[in-house]
Structure formats: structure tokens, C-alpha cells
Nanobody
Framework: QVQLLESGGGLVQAGGSLRLSCAVS????????MGWFRQAPGKEREIVAG????????YYLDSVKGRFTISRDNAKNTVYLQMNTLKPEDTAIYYC?????????????????WGQGTQVTVSS
């Protein structure tokens, strides 16, 4: 079993930055890929960024490319999402997710474990 705990959300003005962290605990001896998802009110959950086990492969939603950066520190069992130049449309609950294996996926139903989510609110 794997447990995920997000932190770093909050309220920020448009143009500002936040850094989300996701601490992974439990069966961390096996390889796992990670994803950051978000869900805004009335909208479906969507992937924002994904990263493979090695950290060498990443994926970004088109609307966040050039603004968000996903990274991981396997020694610390932690995954990060650096969010710069935030926009009001980035407002959502952000979730980290883990799946067994080395490759990330882009669909929520392909992830096995989820955190409780952290609220990100960007004011205009």
C-alpha cells in the first residue's frame, strides 16, 4: 500500500508562484510513476503533469507548458510541481497520484493511489 500526502497549496495572485509537494510513504521499494491532476468545480479531473520513475520522462498539459515543472527526488520519496505565472484558470484542487511501474499515464483511472488533494486558488 502507498500513501500520498500533498502540501503547498494556497491563495496566490495571478502571476505568482506556488510549489506543491507530494510525500510518498508505504511500499516505496517498488518503482512507481507519478502524476499531478487537478479538478475545478463542475469540471472533470484532468492531468496536469506526469513523470516516470527515473524522472527523465515528463508530460505536461498544453495549457501549463512553460509555466509548470514536475520533478521528483526518489531518495526523499517526494514529487514536486513548481507552478509559475499562475492564472485564475489554474484554480482547482490539485491531487498527486501514483501508479505501479516506470511509465506515467495520462488518464486518472490508470493510477492506483491518490492523495487527499490541496486547494490552489489564483486571484485576478
Amino acid at each position: 500500500q502507498v500513501q500520498l500526502l500533498e502540501s503547498g497549496g494556497g491563495l496566490v495572485q495571478a502571476g505568482g508562484s506556488l510549489r506543491l509537494s507530494c510525500a510518498v510513504s508505504g511500499r516505496t521499494s517498488s518503482s512507481y510513476a507519478m502524476g499531478w491532476f487537478r479538478q475545478a468545480p463542475g469540471k472533470e479531473r484532468e492531468i496536469v503533469a506526469g513523470i516516470g520513475w527515473s524522472g527523465r520522462t515528463t508530460y505536461y498539459l498544453d495549457s501549463v507548458k512553460g509555466r509548470f515543472t514536475i520533478s521528483r527526488d526518489n531518495a526523499k520519496n517526494t514529487v514536486y510541481l513548481q507552478m509559475n505565472t499562475l492564472k485564475p484558470e489554474d484554480t482547482a484542487i490539485y491531487y498527486c497520484a501514483a501508479r505501479s511501474g516506470v511509465a506515467y499515464r495520462t488518464l486518472a483511472n490508470e493510477y492506483d493511489y491518490w492523495g487527499q488533494g490541496t486547494q490552489v486558488t489564483v486571484s485576478s
